[in-house]
């Protein structure tokens, strides 16, 4: 048993009956019409707005359930971004038989795998945040169960967000766009992260957060490591490149602004609220 999901507009529903006829000969198929859940995802569709969205509030539930976090205090931000709980390094790791029976019963791994999974299909506003737990998860600490509350937290309070796709947003001059950013030295061993987006037909279709596989030695090389490869380099300013949301922790501000630039601004993120309440 497997699950196929066609997109077509309307001239191509022709090849889909085409296709769906093909594989009818070798394999039973059952057309369960338009898709609105699959594998726990939400898929919500406004055709005549041009408005999609696919969210996981129920796998937000889910986890707070699991791991019995539902009492934790809700975060504006999945990241804190100044302060002794900004950063984390060995220092952090705990020394005594007391701070490490504090953070054993604590399960870091299976928390960190609930949230990639958000963050692979719907919420790229936790991949940093989550990649950074992911690099200390062999070394659990009390801070890395702070960071990872944060997180928690975050999500409990933006359950309905998720990732929104708008026809509005179209524009046939650009079908293709990517944007890149690294920072320097700013992880473990001074190594730099790279963050990037890419857009198809408006539409955020790809995004990745990682470290640097080398320490570089500038600003400008750890910009240029990003572009291994042919590509032509537009620079932006800082307050405009929203691929900053996936190398470094923002102020609420900054961070809400480059949010809604990859998953949509608030107000559509309501759009089927809205209609559900009609």
């Known amino acids: 048993v497997d699950d196929l999901f066609p997109?077509?507009?309307?001239?191509?529903?022709?090849?889909?009956?085409?296709?769906?006829?093909?594989?009818?000969?070798?394999?039973?198929?059952?057309?369960?019409?338009?898709?609105?859940?699959?594998?726990?995802?939400?898929?919500?569709?406004?055709?005549?707005?041009?408005?999609?969205?696919?969210?996981?509030?129920?796998?937000?539930?889910s986890l707070l359930r699991e791991f019995g976090l539902g009492e934790v205090a809700v975060a504006p931000t999945p990241m804190i971004d100044k302060g002794a709980d900004a950063d984390i390094s060995d220092a952090d790791l705990p020394k005594t038989e007391e701070e490490k029976r504090a953070v054993a019963g604590f399960q870091f791994r299976n928390i960190i795998g609930k949230i990639w999974w958000l963050a692979l299909i719907s919420r790229p506003d936790v991949t940093l945040a989550v990649h950074r737990c992911a690099c200390w998860q062999n070394k659990p600490s009390a801070k890395l169960k702070r960071w990872l509350l944060r997180i928690v937290g975050y999500l409990k309070g933006s359950k309905q967000?998720?990732?929104?796709?708008?026809?509005?947003?179209?524009?046939?001059?650009?079908?293709?766009?990517?944007?890149?950013?690294?920072?320097?030295?700013?992880?473990?061993?001074?190594?730099?992260?790279?963050?990037?987006?890419?857009?198809?037909?408006?539409?955020?279709?790809?995004?990745?957060?990682?470290?640097?596989?080398?320490?570089?030695?500038?600003?400008?090389?750890a910009e240029e490591y990003v572009q291994l490869g042919e590509m032509?380099?537009?620079?932006?300013?800082?307050?405009?490149?929203?691929?900053?949301?996936?190398?470094?922790?923002?102020?609420?501000?900054?961070?809400?602004?480059?949010?809604?630039?990859?998953?949509?601004?608030?107000?559509?993120?309501?759009?089927?609220?809205?209609?559900?309440?009609?």
């Open 161 to 221: 967000w998720g990732l929104v796709f708008e026809r509005s947003k179209y524009d046939p001059r650009m079908p293709l766009m990517g944007m890149c950013d690294a920072s320097f030295a700013g992880e473990e061993k001074s190594k730099s992260r790279y963050g990037i987006l890419f857009y198809c037909a408006g539409a955020l279709v790809h995004w990745a957060s990682a470290r640097t596989s080398r320490i570089v030695s500038s600003t400008t090389e």
């Open 7 to 61: 997109l077509f507009n309307p001239d191509g529903k022709c090849i889909r009956d085409k296709v769906f006829e093909h594989l009818s000969k070798s394999f039973v198929v059952e057309a369960r019409g338009e898709v609105a859940w699959a594998l726990s995802t939400k898929i919500e569709r406004d055709a005549n707005k041009g408005i999609l969205k696919i969210s996981q509030e129920e796998d937000i539930n």
């Open 232 to 278: 032509k380099i537009e620079h932006m300013q800082t307050d405009d490149l929203t691929a900053d949301l996936l190398t470094k922790a923002l102020a609420i501000d900054k961070f809400q602004k480059f949010r809604a630039n990859m998953m949509g601004e608030e107000s559509v993120q309501l759009h089927f609220t809205r209609l559900t309440k009609k």
